[in-house]
């Protein structure tokens, strides 16, 4: 099964194989539609704290590298944590999307560099 996850990481950021779980994917002519959650792993930024998961962020969706002449969306679910004294409500800033774009920040670098 481990070997899924090595041929992601060559088509997939890298942060994301890592840090999100592929939970579904969806499949037709023109478009592939990838699922995720963010893991249950305590952010290290946060390992000091005595955090509870508590489900999900909305949903983002994101357009990344066309393969095999389709579509690419990945569909993500941040997890949302709680402070177990406090109440507080905490999350990882995660930059996933191109600022201004609904692409990834590794293809909206790379449409940027084939356009010079």
């Known amino acids: 099964m481990d070997s899924y996850i090595e041929l992601l990481k060559l088509i997939l950021p890298e942060f994301l194989i890592e840090n999100f779980n592929l939970t579904s994917f969806k499949n037709s002519e023109e478009n592939l539609h990838l699922y995720f959650e963010e893991k249950s792993t305590i952010p290290k930024e946060f390992a000091s704290l005595e955090l509870i998961s508590k489900g999900f ?40 999307v191109a600022k201004g774009t609904r692409m990834t920040q590794e293809f909206a670098t790379f449409l940027k560099e084939i356009n010079r």
């Not at 579509?71 to 004294?85: A, C, E, F, G, N």
Request: charged fraction near 35%; aromatic fraction near 10%; glycine fraction near 2%.
């Open 57 to 96: 962020l909305d949903e983002v969706t994101i357009q990344d590298f066309p393969l095999r002449g389709k579509l690419v969306y990945l569909h993500i679910k941040r997890r949302r944590w709680t402070h177990k004294s406090t109440a507080e409500i905490i999350k990882r800033d995660w930059a996933l």
